[in-house]
């Protein structure tokens, strides 16, 4: 839970944040006196979230974790690869919470820009209109997915509009602005001029596969090169910078054969933020949406000084798609140096999404629909299968059989298994209550000993943004678990054993639930619903779960005597029709896609 008292921006009293359980909610607002012991409890953090989206620095003395999502570009609704970063960034601060850090989890969309103009103009909608409705589909997709953002900041907010006239008039001020002519190949879709040793003969943009458009303008540009040796020694010298190796590798490269200025404003396009010192010109789409990582922070009125961003959570850690990384790990830095502001903590590049082992396109008609797919499925599947099965910074790959084949080998046979075989063995047995405290369990004890060890080992992993080796690393408890059963064979001496077999019996069920229960404080990160499923059946309220911390995957929480609930399963086999399909697409189409 978060929750936070005294505010004056706050009109509404408390905020507390629920833990994303099964419900569709990210956040509720509540009216409430909390008491001052609650106050002092470690498993609140005490902030408080504006009506504007920006949360207020709380009174704490909490280590701060900032991460962020891209802002997604609203020219159309959300798609699988904008929901898989917002997955991955809400497993890092879900995590991260756990561990009793102050999380700042921003999201939000972009909304300028000529291509979302022209998305528009073909929907017959105004550009504000526009946005709106594909802002509401995020957001409606984000809550299906069980994202617990705290900010979600929009380009079009006026919070966001005047922080980018103050960023760019500090630039201004500083000398690092300057107009001149410019002529090029221009792709729409990247919002970008191309250099030529960046498309084809024909002009074609390696990413969008559609001819570039040739304009001359006069624009103001950025003078990016006088930052050429500061991003250079930022690579060389903090190597981490830049997530996985492979893409700060790539991001070295490109600034070792020297860095370009690169232009910031718009001749051609309308819908934006006016240029401060030339009303004719809009701010380019880029450093527009970048500074929405410091406005998603700042409440409205807050300057954007060093010291307020960084009592607000900044620096972030960034989580982005890898064909966006030149933006984020070079463009983003000057711009910050150049405002005199720190920089970001990481900047981590993940991979793109195919499906059936075609790259994913319109011309295809294979566009993976998430929206489909988590109506389907249920949030903890799609979650599930996506941090397992895509090693973050490389190219993941999906296909419907896979992804249930995965999914129920998981969390319905091993995990859900696990559970609810031991939990009906208990109730038939002893009454459905524990009958010793876990910590009685020895501590050289198979699954005891591999649960206590792995605690660490996922920890790790989830620190690295691994989420697939640290659902492997559970799943080793709860594979353990189920051996272990078959090993002891309890329901052999409950039926037949003598009173001292019958009770080591029963040591086993508390062995193995107690394993049960770690495994659902490990996961609580990937699938949420799920963990709080499985400490219900275990006999735990849903306010004991809210309120765990990663030191709750500690030995010995199962106590002597607690009743747990009527076993059920707490995760059904996925079957059914498919949702997704491969049409059937011209050859030409499937080579492009195999390229």
Same mark, same amino acid.
């Given at each position: 839970?978060?929750?936070?008292?005294?505010?004056?921006?706050?009109?509404?009293?408390?905020?507390?944040?629920?833990?994303?359980?099964?419900?569709?909610?990210?956040?509720?607002?509540?009216?409430?006196?909390?008491?001052?012991?609650?106050?002092?409890?470690?498993?609140?953090?005490?902030?408080?979230?504006?009506?504007?989206?920006?949360?207020?620095?709380?009174?704490?003395?909490?280590?701060?974790?900032?991460?962020?999502?891209?802002?997604? %570009?609203?020219?159309?609704?959300?798609?699988?690869?904008?929901?898989?970063?917002?997955?991955?960034?809400?497993?890092?601060?879900?995590?991260?919470?756990?561990?009793?850090?102050?999380?700042?989890?921003?999201?939000?969309?972009?909304?300028?820009?000529?291509?979302?103009?022209?998305?528009?103009?073909?929907?017959?909608?105004?550009?504000?209109?526009?946005?709106?409705?594909?802002?509401?589909?995020?957001?409606?997709?984000?809550?299906?997915?069980?994202?617990?953002?705290?900010?979600?900041?929009?380009?079009?907010?006026?919070?966001?509009?005047?922080?980018?006239?103050?960023?760019?008039?500090?630039?201004?001020?500083?000398?690092?602005?300057?107009?001149?002519?410019?002529?090029?190949?221009?792709?729409?879709?990247?919002?970008? %001029?191309?250099?030529?040793?960046?498309?084809?003969?024909?002009?074609?943009?390696?990413?969008?596969?559609?001819?570039?458009?040739?304009?001359?303008?006069?624009?103001?540009?950025?003078?990016?090169?006088?930052?050429?040796?500061?991003?250079? #020694?930022?690579?060389?010298?903090?190597?981490?910078?830049?997530?996985?190796?492979?893409?700060?590798?790539?991001?070295?490269?490109?600034?070792?054969?020297?860095?370009?200025?690169?232009?910031?404003?718009?001749?051609? !396009?309308?819908?934006?933020?006016?240029?401060?010192?030339?009303?004719?010109? !809009?701010?380019?789409?880029?450093?527009?949406?970048?500074?929405?990582?410091?406005?998603?922070?700042?409440?409205?009125?807050?300057?954007?000084?060093?010291?307020?961003?960084?009592?607000?959570?900044?620096?972030?850690?960034?989580?982005?798609?890898?064909?966006?990384?030149?933006?984020?790990?070079? %463009?983003?830095?000057?711009?910050?140096?150049?405002?005199?502001?720190?920089?970001?903590?990481?900047?981590?590049?993940?991979?793109?999404? #195919?499906?059936?082992?075609?790259?994913?396109?319109?011309?295809?008609?294979?566009?993976?629909?998430?929206?489909?797919?988590?109506?389907?499925?249920?949030?903890?599947?799609?979650?599930?299968?996506?941090?397992?099965?895509?090693?973050?910074?490389?190219?993941?790959?999906?296909?419907?059989?896979?992804?249930?084949?995965? +999914?129920?080998?998981?969390?319905?046979?091993?995990?859900?298994?696990?559970?609810?075989?031991?939990?009906?063995?208990?109730?038939?047995?002893?009454?459905?209550?524990?009958?010793?405290?876990?910590?009685?369990?020895?501590?050289?004890?198979?699954?005891?000993?591999?649960?206590?060890?792995? +605690?660490?080992?996922?920890?790790?992993?989830?620190?690295?943004?691994?989420?697939?080796?640290?659902?492997?690393?559970?799943?080793?408890?709860?594979?353990?678990?189920?051996?272990?059963?078959?090993?002891?064979?309890?329901?052999?001496?409950?039926?037949?054993?003598?009173?001292?077999?019958?009770?080591?019996?029963?040591?086993?069920?508390?062995?193995?639930?107690?394993?049960?229960?770690?495994?659902?404080?490990?996961?609580?990160?990937?699938?949420?619903?799920?963990?709080?499923?499985?400490?219900?059946?275990?006999?735990?309220?849903?306010?004991?779960?809210?309120?765990?911390?990663?030191?709750?995957?500690?030995?010995?929480?199962?106590?002597?005597?607690?009743?747990?609930?009527?076993?059920?399963?707490?995760?059904?086999?996925?079957?059914?029709?498919?949702?997704? !399909?491969?049409?059937?697409?011209?050859?030409?189409?499937?080579?492009?896609?195999?390229?």
């Amino acid at each position: 839970m978060m929750a936070t008292l005294g505010c004056p921006k706050a009109p509404f009293g408390v905020l507390l944040r629920k833990s994303h359980l099964s419900h569709h909610h990210s956040l509720n607002l509540l009216r409430l006196r909390v008491p001052k012991p609650v106050l002092r409890c470690p498993h609140f953090q005490l902030r408080c979230q504006h009506t504007n989206g920006a949360s207020a620095e709380a009174p704490s003395g909490l280590e701060a974790y900032t991460v962020t999502t891209p802002l997604y %570009y609203v020219n159309a609704g959300p798609h699988m690869g904008s929901a898989y970063p917002t997955i991955a960034a809400d497993a890092a601060a879900r995590y991260q919470r756990l561990q009793g850090k102050r999380v700042w989890f921003v999201t939000g969309t972009d909304e300028h820009g000529e291509k979302i103009a022209d998305a528009a103009k073909a929907r017959g909608m105004q550009p504000q209109e526009h946005c709106d409705s594909i802002v509401e589909e995020y957001k409606s997709l984000w809550a299906q997915l069980d994202v617990s953002y705290d900010s979600f900041i929009r380009t079009t907010d006026k919070r966001h509009k005047v922080l980018v006239e103050k960023l760019l008039q500090r630039v201004w001020d500083k000398g690092d602005i300057y107009k001149a002519n410019y002529k090029g190949w221009y792709c729409v879709g990247c919002e970008e %001029y191309k250099q030529d040793d960046e498309v084809d003969e024909q002009h074609n943009c390696p990413i969008h596969r559609k001819p570039c458009v040739h304009r001359e303008e006069e624009n103001f540009f950025f003078k990016l090169s006088n930052y050429q040796q500061q991003l250079e #020694t930022l690579l060389k010298d903090n190597p981490q910078f830049v997530y996985p190796v492979s893409r700060r590798n790539e991001v070295l490269g490109w600034v070792e054969n020297g860095v370009r200025d690169f232009s910031i404003s718009r001749a051609a !396009t309308q819908w934006g933020i006016q240029f401060p010192q030339d009303p004719a010109q !809009t701010v380019y789409v880029w450093f527009d949406a970048l500074n929405g990582y410091l406005s998603g922070l700042l409440p409205e009125g807050m300057e954007p000084t060093a010291e307020n961003l960084q009592q607000q959570g900044w620096p972030a850690t960034h989580i982005i798609g890898k064909d966006i990384l030149r933006f984020h790990a070079v %463009y983003w830095p000057a711009m910050l140096l150049s405002c005199g502001l720190p920089l970001p903590h990481r900047v981590c590049g993940h991979g793109f999404i #195919t499906k059936d082992g075609l790259k994913m396109g319109k011309s295809l008609g294979n566009v993976l629909d998430p929206v489909a797919l988590v109506q389907a499925y249920g949030a903890d599947a799609v979650r599930f299968f996506f941090l397992k099965e895509v090693d973050f910074g490389q190219d993941g790959d999906f296909s419907e059989q896979r992804f249930r084949d995965t +999914v129920n080998a998981a969390l319905a046979n091993d995990i859900g298994n696990l559970l609810n075989r031991t939990l009906n063995l208990l109730k038939k047995n002893c009454g459905a209550a524990l009958p010793a405290d876990s910590s009685a369990v020895p501590e050289a004890s198979p699954v005891r000993q591999l649960a206590q060890q792995q +605690v660490a080992v996922v920890a790790s992993y989830y620190e690295r943004l691994s989420f697939g080796k640290a659902i492997d690393a559970i799943q080793k408890v709860s594979a353990r678990g189920n051996l272990f059963l078959q090993e002891k064979e309890p329901w052999s001496a409950f039926k037949k054993g003598s009173a001292e077999e019958k009770e080591q019996a029963g040591m086993v069920l508390q062995e193995v639930l107690e394993a049960a229960r770690i495994v659902a404080v490990m996961l609580n990160p990937i699938v949420p619903a799920l963990a709080h499923l499985i400490y219900l059946q275990l006999g735990f309220t849903s306010k004991q779960f809210e309120a765990l911390t990663w030191e709750d995957a500690q030995w010995g929480g199962l106590k002597a005597g607690q009743a747990t609930a009527k076993p059920k399963p707490v995760f059904v086999r996925l079957e059914g029709d498919f949702v997704t !399909t491969m049409p059937d697409v011209p050859n030409k189409a499937l080579a492009e896609a195999k390229a």
